[in-house]
């Protein structure tokens, strides 16, 4: 077996520490048990930047709880011999800016995993600096990252993706975090803090869903059916930056209201142009076929599937209805329509679905696939969800160990599920997987 490729981790929002490196020695601000929302703010007059000056936040370590043990285990498991290592690199980022410059940063990385691998002497015996890729796995907003450096780098440098969990056609619960500051989205409490900071945080209007039938527009009422269009908002979005403007703004000869309008519209924006550059991609764009992209789908969980929008005099609200939460998996019956109401807690089935992808390349895991022993797991998936913690699970470490290496399933520990609608006969995941759908 030839050496595995490094390997880059790509977490999900919220899921990398931030340090502001202006203090010495460095402060930091965003952890697992540390969220300060002040220092992590961004500045209305230019959102690369923070809002308490001067300070200059950097990206740190990822979130433990959620990606040590994956790392740990790839590193352990991909290698053939003790002493013949597999790089497996944690890729830490500014979750807060555009993805565009995200990725243009993943791009800078990836060419400095390739130079590092270049030195180590098994790499070199192997010629690995013939035709050197590395393999990518993105987790949650991760995935959608890898999709977006894909389209607008090309292949060139990549061999295999694995993507876990990833809302590429969005989630509610975005819209939920700007909307009132609570959601399933990160793992921090909720709090008016965390609803002003939202509300200028680029990254969440990139994962504002557009799926079809996710949106209950009340009948008459005339607002889009589009959540990228401001028109469909509520006011009170708006009226928050203004406020965020009044206070943390430069003077401007314009009007706060029309300030407020400008940011907010720019920022949803960046979200619909990176929708649909991710809608546009296909897997030929990047060189790739459907056996290189390990899509991994989380269902059998209560999540936000709909959100109804009506007006409110002149205004739009959302209803957040409990009834909207749903979980209609039948494992029995994955032919039936409703089936497809389900999801992973955040992600919705309907928006972890890539257009680049047939339903049948998916492989869809659920809460039922950790194993006997991964107590500790399924604790914190009982309390943090599914969506964030699905990195733990053992059985999609050994999947993706299966999938890196082409492996065979020597011990039978490695399965999937269906996705909704596609049938045993149909199924083509991108490795040989026992179907589980139905036990």
């Known amino acids: 077996m030839a050496l595995v490729n490094p390997v880059i981790s790509v977490p999900g929002i919220t ?88 990725e243009a940063s993943l791009s800078d990385f990836i060419e400095e995993v390739i130079d590092r691998t270049k030195l180590l002497k098994h790499y070199n015996k192997e010629r690995y600096g013939d035709k050197p890729r590395v393999n990518l796995i993105g987790h949650s907003m991760g995935g959608l990252i890898v999709a977006g450096y894909l389209k607008s780098h090309g292949g060139g440098l990549v061999d295999k993706v694995a993507t876990l969990a990833t809302p590429f056609q969005g989630s509610f619960e975005a819209v939920i975090k700007v909307t009132t500051g609570t959601a399933n989205l990160g793992t921090s409490v909720p709090s008016s803090r965390e609803r002003e900071s939202a509300r200028v945080t680029p990254s969440l209007y990139y994962l504002v869903p557009s799926f079809k039938n996710g949106l209950d527009i009340q009948p008459g009422s005339g607002l889009p059916d589009n959540l990228f269009d401001p028109a469909v908002w509520q006011t009170s979005i708006v009226g928050s930056i203004k406020e965020w403007i009044k206070l943390k703004g430069l003077p401007s000869d314009k009007p706060l209201q029309q300030r407020a309008e400008e940011i907010f519209a720019m920022m949803l924006g960046w979200g619909r142009a990176h929708r649909k550059k991710v809608d546009s991609f296909k897997l030929s764009d990047a060189g790739m076929t459907p056996d290189r992209w390990l899509a991994v789908v989380g269902v059998n969980t209560v999540t936000r599937v709909k959100l109804r929008v009506e007006k409110s005099g002149s205004s739009p609200e959302f209803k957040l209805s409990s009834s909207d939460r749903a979980d209609h998996w039948n494992k029995f019956n994955t032919l039936d329509p409703l089936c497809r109401f389900t999801g992973d807690g955040t992600v919705p089935f309907e928006g972890a679905v890539p257009k680049f992808l047939a339903p049948e390349n998916l492989v869809c895991v659920a809460p039922a696939d950790y194993g006997y022993w991964e107590i500790g797991d399924k604790l914190i998936n009982s309390v943090g969800g599914f969506h964030g913690i699905l990195p733990n699970m053992n059985m999609l470490h050994r999947l993706l160990v299966r999938f890196l290496t082409g492996a065979p399933d020597s011990r039978e520990n490695t399965w999937g599920r269906r996705a909704p609608g596609v049938t045993i006969e149909a199924w083509k995941p991108p490795l040989p997987l026992a179907d589980k759908t139905d036990k």
Do not use: C, S
């Open 15 to 102: 899921a990398t520490y931030l340090k502001d490196e202006y203090k010495l020695p460095p402060d930091f601000v965003w952890t697992v048990l540390t969220k300060e929302y002040e220092k992590v703010a961004l500045h209305p007059d230019d959102l690369r930047y923070e809002v308490q000056e001067p300070a200059r936040l950097r990206p740190d370590q990822l979130y433990e709880i959620a990606y040590k043990e994956l790392v740990e285990e790839l590193r352990y498991n991909l290698r053939k011999r003790e002493d013949l290592k597999v790089p497996v690199y944690p890729f830490g980022y500014d979750w807060r800016m555009k993805l565009e410059d995200i």
